[in-house]
């Protein structure tokens, strides 16, 4: 179970679910599960919300919502289903709060939409703090629980799961993407080198050239950046957790004081031969031949992967603000498409037959919770 989260104002996100519920396709409908409102109204619905606000005026993220997604495997029923839901709130703290849980039809798996106000009938405030860690930790829980298909927590993932677009464009060209043609060149480096200096050496021989986040001063590295032949740029983060600077010092032989001047060379010598390149736009954005591609849907749409214990991978889009167990968001907007909200689906059979078949072609490609929006505000300093 997939978990995407969001804190923002209530009007929209009530609206998203409702306004799903008069919908004449049956495919893109919801069907409201449950609620603990005095009415199914939206009118009497907002009263009574605005109602909690006056307990809590100042507090601007007033509003719980989160979509629950489950693997394509899944057989749960409408009651299964709403009882996860309530119990997902209970154990994030929502225990006296006013919610509705809804189930949307728009996508090939189970998913729910459970959207509650995050100041309880006494005034109190449910805490955001470590949102996404407590929500991954209950999710495993609630797997057990119901003994549903186990996920892999984002930690665990090595690799980032394609995008949908990326798996639309493999079935459709039976090609990979820039992104993805990356991850197989840095993992077959990854499966030989052993340490950073056979690491820098097989990876330019492979077509890739890194750029390390090193301090001057110190010699420190704490990130590292990759770029293909071709231009196109990645941070360790966008490919997977393999990829990041602290699982690599981990799992190379690395010695900050031995490695620090070829380190430095190694960003001298891609600085350099894509000069050009960097100097057109932000680093943190990835990039094609010069050209700043930012929010890609082709390539660089943020996405993090969970791998099922079947060895299956399913994955998240992070658009919209709604992110899982990661960053974020307080855009007020939501989509009208349930697809820029929730997780893609399952890679089918046929995709990750033409991922493998495509990956063996490039075996020889070288303390107390406390909301900080409820503390006093300290006053500012006269000058």
């Not at 005026?57 to 509003?63: A, H, Q, S, W």
């Not at 997604?69 to 899944?74: E, I, K, Q, S």
């Not at 307080?330 to 046929?350: F, G, H, I, P, Y």
Request: aromatic content about 8%; glycine content about 6%; proline content about 2%.
């Amino acid at each position: 179970m997939i978990a995407k989260q969001k804190i923002h104002g209530f009007v929209a996100a009530f609206d998203y679910n409702h306004q799903k519920m008069e919908l004449k396709n049956p495919k893109d409908r919801a069907e409201l599960l449950d609620h603990n409102f005095f009415k199914y109204d939206r009118e009497s619905i907002l009263k009574e919300i605005g109602f909690l606000k006056q307990l809590r005026p100042n507090l601007t993220r007033d509003t719980y919502h989160v979509s629950l997604n489950f693997a394509p495997t899944d057989q749960l029923s409408k009651n299964q289903l709403t009882q996860i839901g309530k119990d997902y709130l209970n154990s994030m703290g929502f225990d006296d709060n006013a919610y509705a849980i809804w189930q949307h039809f728009d996508a090939e798996h189970l998913h729910i939409h459970v959207l509650a106000s995050r100041i309880k009938y006494d005034g109190s405030v449910v805490s955001d703090s470590n949102n996404y860690q407590r929500s991954e930790k209950i999710c495993r829980e609630l797997e057990q629980k119901y003994r549903i298909e186990t996920v892999k927590s984002s930690k665990e993932a090595l690799d980032r799961a394609p995008s949908k677009d990326e798996l639309e464009m493999i079935q459709r060209t039976g090609k990979l993407s820039d992104r993805m043609l990356m991850q197989e060149r840095v993992k077959d480096v990854l499966s030989k080198a052993h340490t950073i200096s056979d690491f820098i050496i097989q990876c330019k021989l492979n077509g890739i050239h890194l750029i390390f986040n090193q301090s001057e001063s110190t010699g420190r590295v704490s990130g590292i950046t990759y770029i293909s032949n071709d231009g196109f740029i990645a941070k360790g983060q966008k490919l997977g957790n393999q990829y990041k600077w602290a699982n690599l010092q981990n799992n190379l032989n690395y010695e900050q004081s031995r490695d620090r001047q070829t380190i430095g060379e190694t960003n001298r010598d891609t600085r350099e031969r894509f000069k050009e390149l960097l100097d057109q736009g932000n680093r943190g954005t990835e990039s094609r031949n010069g050209q700043i591609n930012r929010n890609s849907k082709q390539y660089h749409e943020q996405s993090a992967g969970f791998t099922s214990n079947n060895g299956n991978s399913f994955q998240n889009r992070a658009e919209n603000g709604f992110n899982i167990h990661s960053e974020q968001s307080n855009n007020d907007k939501e989509t009208e498409q349930e697809l820029e909200e929730t997780v893609s689906d399952q890679l089918s059979a046929s995709t990750s037959a033409v991922i493998s078949s495509i990956s063996g072609l490039l075996g020889s490609i070288s303390g107390n919770e406390v909301d900080e929006e409820a503390l006093p505000r300290k006053p500012k300093r006269k000058r």
